[in-house]
């Protein structure tokens, strides 16, 4: 068995993963094969992380320890490339919230398997991250620091978007969670049924990102939450459309197994639209928050 050494004892070491603001498409694939009876996603990257540390040779202490996935996931990494850990302590934090599409456990994942790459100082290997994440979960594309249209259940890459697509956005978090296991069947009768809707979307979305037209990508996101509204619907989805115009909004986004919904803006809102879109999401019940999302 190999153990660490080099700049495994030189301190405290560090792995860091964004996190999604849910997804600006969700639904069927249609790139041929058989992935349209999967789930395919094109994940909302947003500019809030998770950051999992280890410091070599340090006693344990009172910071958070490891999650259970990524307990597992650091076990599996181990496992598979025949390493040992050196003592030390793990510790964490994070500002993705749990259970509303914000792509959490993923991002806790590959933080923790980027942090065992720079405690071996082994070079960033995606195969080794998605072998890892199969054997634990669906999981989101936030171990690409890119767009990609992904199949979240077979863990395969279809087609990678680039990073020429940015938003500001404003967003907020309905109450409750969904169960996304819970929930697959019933996606997939809603995909089956509205097949050519979906068809037109994803050709839609892939055409924008292609051109790197931002008003079409946002356009294509609110046609994937208007057909999202027919299976799992968001309580705020008819009011935040009506007054997507009257804010200037290229679109809006909504977590399609969470519970966040919110606008796409290409440019910054000024502070004074800010006000009035805080305004707007409180009279509806949510505190509004800010952030950038995607890439550009």
Known sequence: MLTASGGASAGCVSGVC????????????????????????????VDRHSWVYFTPGAAPGNAPPLGEKAAT???????????????????????????????S???DIVA????????????YDTGAVLRVLSAIERADSVFLDEFALYLS???????RLGTGIGFHTAFVMEPGTVD???VTPLLRRHYRRCATEYEKCLTDLLKGFASGDPAAVARAATFSGALSQEVLPKH????????REE???????????????????????????????????????????????GYA
């Open 236 to 243: 705020s989805f008819d009011a935040v459309l009506a007054h």
């Open 153 to 159: 259940g077979r863990h395969r890459v279809v087609r």
């Open 18 to 45: 964004q996190g999604t603001l849910g997804e600006l498409y969700q639904g069927p694939s249609h790139s041929g094969g058989d992935g349209d009876r999967d789930i395919a996603i094109v994940s909302f990257p």
């Open 73 to 103: 996931a650091a076990r599996l990494f181990l496992e598979h490339s025949g390493l040992t850990l050196p003592p030390g302590r793990w510790s964490t934090h994070s500002d993705l919230r749990v259970g509303v599409g914000m792509a």
């Open 105 to 107: 456990s993923t991002a």
């Open 180 to 182: 996304t296991a819970a």
């Open 247 to 293: 804010f200037g909004a290229d679109g809006l986004f909504v977590a399609h197994t969470g519970s966040l919904i919110g606008y796409l803006f290409s440019r910054r809102p000024a502070p004074a639209l800010k006000g009035e879109l805080s305004a707007f999401f409180r009279s509806l019940g949510h505190q509004c928050s800010f952030a950038q999302g």
């Open 112 to 123: 923790t398997l980027r942090c065992l790459f720079r405690v071996f100082s082994l070079p």
